[in-house]
């Protein structure tokens, strides 16, 4: 059974305020994803990566960054975090082949900046 | 890029059918997915299409027109745990297998 863990389902933190978000899988998938899922906008992505070390930026990637050291583990940094960020962040994988191959999601991690 | 559009909000009757319409625009097609997601819940995989045709899976069916950049999901008997936000999502043909998602459609179910 897939299995997509996020470290905190909800997080309260404060403007300027540098922000970790945890993603881990254990299913070996090579492609991990970070969304950020908000009212009337549905899921936007922020940043993907298809290998350790890799990374792409997505549709929104502005105040954002990322880590990703381990092929399990995909990490979502706010450098510092803004109000307009207060949102439903998502982490998702999925395999690289290329076909028939849904992506996974976590639970989520609800962040509010004040 | 990829534009994708479907309905805000549905209501249906309990036991009755609905479907529910996605149109896209994209530079390029690689599959088009349906997730379900139940309030304060993760996305869940329902179907897959990637081909033109009707792909069926007990209540729930989805269908694809590449050449109409057109899918629907249809919902038979519906239930009442059928409440839930559907998110269309096309991939396109790029690496790292990058979905874009709607907006989702919020299905109420009614007794």
């Known amino acids: 059974d897939v299995k997509v863990t996020q470290s905190s389902r909800y997080l309260v933190k404060r403007t300027g305020e540098k922000v970790f978000l945890e993603c881990v899988q254990d299913m070996d998938h090579e492609n991990m994803f970070w969304y950020r899922q908000d009212p009337g906008l549905g899921l936007r992505l922020i940043y993907f990566s298809y290998d350790v070390k890799m990374k792409e930026k997505g549709d929104i990637p502005e105040g954002y960054s990322v880590s990703r050291e381990k092929k399990e583990r995909f990490s979502l940094i706010l450098e510092s975090a803004s109000t307009n960020q207060t949102s439903m962040y998502l982490c998702a994988s999925s395999t690289r082949t290329v076909s028939y191959n849904e992506q996974f999601f976590g639970p989520g991690t609800r962040l509010t900046v004040l | 890029g990829q534009n994708i559009d479907q309905p805000t909000e549905m209501t249906a009757t309990e036991g009755a059918i609905v479907q529910i319409n996605c149109t896209y625009q994209?530079?390029?097609?690689?599959?088009l997915f349906w997730y379900q997601q139940h309030a304060g819940e993760a996305p869940t995989f329902l179907s897959y299409n990637v081909l033109d045709g009707l792909e069926e899976k007990g209540r729930f069916s989805s269908f694809l027109s590449r050449s109409k950049g057109y899918s629907y999901l249809l919902l038979k008997e519906l239930q009442m745990k059928d409440s839930a936000s559907y998110l269309c999502?096309?991939?396109?043909?790029?690496?790292?297998?990058?979905?874009?998602f709607g907006g989702g459609t919020r299905l109420m179910v009614k007794p």
């Open positions: 994209t530079s390029g097609f690689n599959g």
């Open positions: 999502a096309v991939r396109g043909d790029n690496a790292g297998n990058m979905l874009t």
